[in-house]
Nanobody, 124 residues
Framework: QVQLAESGGGLVQAGDSLRLSCVTS????????VGWFRQGPGNGREFLAR????????FYAPSVKGRFTISLDSAKNTVYLQMNSLKPEDTAVYSC?????????????????WGQGTKVTVSS
């Protein structure tokens, strides 16, 4: 069982930056990926980015590529999401998840563990 705890959310203005943190209880995340997701008002869960704990490779959703950066500090068991140039449409609850690769060809993942989320509100 892996426990996740997000932090760093808050109320910011459009154009501001925030850095979210996801602390994991596991002392090793080998063979796992850690991803960031968000769920805005009335919307389903949206994938944002993931990072491999094995080789630090990353992948981003087109909606955030170039504005958001995911990174991993293995010594702290923490994954960060740096969010720049925030927009009102970025308002959502942001969650992290730990998953494993399910289909190599189609790069599909199964997400096994989730945090409770941290709320980000971007005012115009």
């Amino acid at each position: 069982q892996v426990q996740l705890a997000e932090s760093g959310g808050g109320l910011v203005q459009a154009g501001d930056s925030l850095r979210l943190s996801c602390v994991t209880s596991s002392s090793t995340l080998s063979n796992f990926v850690v991803g960031w997701f968000r769920q805005g008002p009335g919307n389903g869960r949206e994938f944002l980015a993931r990072i491999s704990a094995t080789d630090n490779s990353t992948f981003y959703a087109p909606s955030v590529k170039g504005r958001f950066t995911i990174s991993l500090d293995s010594a702290k068991n923490t994954v960060y999401l740096q969010m720049n140039s925030l927009k009102p449409e970025d308002t959502a609850v942001y969650s992290c998840g730990v998953g494993t690769l399910r289909d190599l060809k189609y790069q599909q993942y199964t997400w096994h563990y989730w945090g409770q989320g941290t709320k980000v509100t971007v005012s115009s």
